[in-house]
Nanobody, 127 residues
Framework: QVQLVESGGGLVQAGVSLRLSCTAS????????IGWFRQAPGKEREFVAA????????YYADSVRGRFTISRDNGKNTVYLQMNSLKPDDTAVYYC????????????????????WGQGTQVTVSS
């Protein structure tokens, strides 16, 4: 199995940028599509973005499309989530997750497809 660790969260003002990292250890990183999800207090965990095993397929929630960019470096066992123009509504704990089942060029927004999860990193955006 794979172990995932998120980093890069913090407290920022609205309008600035942050880059989150999801670093993996254990099994071959390129065997997993990686998704980012977030959970705000009192809300369900929701899909943010996902990237295929090959890196050629990327998918975004409507709420972040055009502001967030997901990328991966399989040589460094790391997936990045570049978050620009942050808003207070982006405040949440951000989790990355690994899906070993999906086609090499695909990824899914379905939370149930992801078998492995990190512990999360807090992002707080003040107005």
């Amino acid at each position: 199995q794979v172990q995932l660790v998120e980093s890069g969260g913090g407290l920022v003002q609205a309008g600035v940028s942050l880059r989150l990292s999801c670093t993996a250890s254990g099994r071959t990183f390129s065997d997993y599509a990686i998704g980012w999800f977030r959970q705000a207090p009192g809300k369900e965990r929701e899909f943010v973005a996902a990237i295929s095993r090959s890196g050629t397929g990327t998918y975004y929630a409507d709420s972040v499309r055009g502001r967030f960019t997901i990328s991966r470096d399989n040589g460094k066992n790391t997936v990045y989530l570049q978050m620009n123009s942050l808003k207070p509504d982006d405040t949440a704990v951000y989790y990355c997750a690994g899906d070993p089942h999906v086609h090499i060029h695909a990824a899914t927004a379905n939370r149930g497809a992801y078998d492995y999860w990190g512990q999360g990193t807090q992002v707080t955006v003040s107005s």
